[in-house]
């Protein structure tokens, strides 16, 4: 390979783009300097936590609780910081308070005696966990984490040395202030906040937010607000792309997938789809038909009456045989798709209730159709 003087003109004139577009963010020797110091000492931090999560499926309150307890990490770190000092149910109750602390509040205030000592305490011990979770990064990257409200005290506090013994009344004064004018709770709300984000330097979600659990929309809120966070989709967030973007088959697929496990809220009450059409098709056409086969699938927590399973179960039922129907006309106008074995409704025998699926027989667990006309199923 020759590398011709043209080849290198090129690359020149590729640097200097960059180059010129450096020089806005880093105008001088000493900004230049300065930055490349500061990345090359950043690479020889400790390595700071990174969280993955995947198969979340809806379940905001089980993702919410696994923010926030960073999987366990808060909880190791107070065993770190605490452990030869307080007993595992001190550990555990510190923990809750990290993890939930305006619902932890309101019950220690019903059931603590002396709420300023308790206060004294327990800032403290939030301040030491807020240290040895910021110990992995620079005081740039603290310092843009912390609340606005308490940034100044918190940055105080938190970069007390061991050195400072001179300072103690200094630091104590913070707190008992903080006490005194009313702001504890707050603060510590600030506090354990704080705690989780630095607990997490980036949260990866591989895969998969949406279907079965009744909060995806909520999932999505609290990722679009993350600190640090990338994603990569899944087939069932895909899926939802799909419908968003108007796909009738990916749509139906939503549906019915919703359908199987009972999860209609994520529809009508996250994102204000309304079913009643659905349901009222699906009871015209599936008023006598029980619809065993298509029972949803009950999650744990999901409360139905007897009445709302029989409902979904025939609202399943309808919206399947659209999903087949629909999914039917794609794979006709698209044979290179080479799905011709996904073709189903055609090679049902209506009269005997049996499917033939490459040249084998099998009896169906349910033959009533009437949304089908056999001589054109699709």
Known sequence: MVYSADDAMQDFDSELRYLNLLSKQYPTIAAACTEIINLQAILNLPKSTEHFLTDIHGEYESFNHVLKNGSGNIKRKITEVFGDLLSEKEIKSLATLIYYPEQKL??????????NAWYKVTIYRLVVICRK??????????????????AYIIEELMH??????????????????????????EF????SDLIQ?????????????????????????????????DIQWGNHDILWMGAAAGSEACIATVI????????????????GINILPLATFAMEYYKDDE?????????????????????????????????????????????????????LLDKINYE?????????????????FPTINPANPY
């Open 291 to 343: 619809c065993k086969a298509f029972m949803p699938k009950i999650e744990c927590g999901t409360v139905c009456t007897e009445n709302d399973l029989k409902l979904i179960s025939k609202m399943h039922k309808a919206i399947s045989i659209i999903q087949f129907k629909l999914e039917g006309e794609i794979i006709n106008r698209r044979p290179h798709f080479g799905m011709e074995d996904r073709l």
């Open 197 to 229: 984000r630095l607990v997490i330097d980036r949260l990866h979600i591989v895969g998969d937010i949406y279907d079965r659990g009744p909060g995806a929309e909520h999932v999505m809120d609290t990722l679009l607000n993350y600190h640090s966070v």
């Open 106 to 115: 309101e019950i220690i205030h019903k059931n603590e005696e002396n709420i």
């Open 160 to 185: 007390q040395g061991p050195e400072e013994f001179d300072k103690e009344e200094y630091y104590s004064e913070i707190i008992q202030a903080i006490i005194r004018i009313g702001r504890a709770d």
């Open 133 to 150: 979770a910021a110990f992995k990064y620079t005081r740039m990257k603290v310092r843009k984490a912390l609340p606005k409200d308490f």
């Open 256 to 271: 019915r997938i919703c359908t199987r496990y009972a999860n209609l809220d994520t529809i009508d009450d996250g994102y």
């Open 188 to 191: 510590i709300i600030a506090l």
């Open 352 to 368: 005997d209730g049996t499917i033939d699926i490459v040249g084998k027989t099998y009896m169906l667990n349910d033959c009533n």
